[in-house]
């Protein structure tokens, strides 16, 4: 579905995706909503020793050009004026190029385009990449947040539901996504036991997945933990998480291989943010702070 042992959509989404009658504010407007409003950075210093590890080719351009696809939320995505690119990773990037003291340039690109322009096109990708041990044979990465998939239920779901027997139940999954894949696998499973298959509810949207649920016509919404997260926050406390994380990967910042220079800024500042509390007031801002990480690495041992 995206970028974890998921795959990203092979079509980019929008605001739209969550924009369904059971959450308020939706539409395009002119402005942005509140709550998408970029992070103010306007605070966050220059720190000259950091800025200081930069190559020079960035420093002197004054921009860092990142490379993104704009349609995954809540980690970037088109707000509802339809025109910005917002997001959880969007505020990152721009703190992180307030502590170096250059502007964040985003290039919106398709997603499997990035990996290999970076270095070229851009400095560096930030498009909720998972780490793997393949990616890495091909580029770098400073780690930032940790993602994986949950189950989702109706907060007053009279059923008791156990997310380790979900043959019978009605699962809703967003379609062209791994998570439909996978829970069709899972329905196969049941029924080569004998149970009852699952139920697989596939829609177009997040958002009318999550109306499935709402409206009782799914039991379950299955999808990857900021997005589910984002859509419980979406819907004034009618969602809640069941169950544990499962298949969590760690999210990286993707730079060119060998590039020791802009790896270690990007370690460097991502920490910075991490140690002063603007890290976690943007994960909570986004209503994703499960995910988070207490430390920036270069190039993770434990990916996971």
């Not at 385009?113 to 990465?141: C, L, N, Q, Y």
């Not at 998480?241 to 020791?260: F, M, Y």
């Amino acid at each position: 579905m995206k970028r974890n042992s998921f795959r990203r959509f092979s079509a980019a989404l929008t605001a739209a995706m969550f924009c369904v009658p059971v959450f308020s504010g939706c539409g395009t407007s002119e402005s942005l909503s509140s709550e998408e409003v970029p992070y103010d950075v306007s605070s966050i210093a220059k720190d000259e020793s950091i800025a200081s590890v930069l190559p020079k080719s960035i420093a002197e351009s004054g921009k860092l050009k990142i490379g993104l696809e704009p349609g995954f939320a809540p980690a970037e995505f088109i707000g509802s004026d339809g025109k910005t690119i917002v997001g959880y990773e969007v505020d990152f990037a721009n703190a992180i190029a307030a502590i170096l003291g250059v502007e964040a340039v985003f290039v919106p690109s398709s997603f499997d385009s990035i990996i290999p322009a970076i270095g070229t096109k851009f400095d560096i990708g930030f498009s909720g990449f998972t780490v793997t041990e393949e990616r890495m044979e091909s580029v770098d990465f400073v780690s930032y947040y940790r993602s994986g998939s949950i189950f989702v239920s109706k907060r007053d779901s009279s059923k008791n539901i156990d997310t380790d027997s979900l043959c019978g139940l009605k699962i809703g999954v967003q379609t062209g996504t791994t998570h439909e894949e996978l829970v069709n696998d899972l329905s196969d499973e049941c029924q080569a036991s004998g149970q009852k298959k699952i139920d697989v509810i596939s829609l177009k949207s997040m958002g009318e997945v999550s109306t499935a649920v709402v409206t009782g016509k799914a039991d379950l919404l299955y999808s990857d933990l900021p997005v589910a997260l984002y859509a419980v926050s979406k819907t004034s406390g009618q969602l809640q998480q069941v169950g544990q994380t499962s298949d969590t990967a760690k999210n990286a910042i993707a730079i060119k291989k060998g590039d020791s220079q802009t790896a270690q800024a990007m370690q460097k500042a991502m920490q910075k943010l991490m140690d002063d509390g603007t890290y976690g007031r943007i994960l909570k801002k986004w209503s994703v702070n499960e995910g988070a990480l207490s430390e920036a690495e270069i190039n993770p041992e434990d990916i996971t």
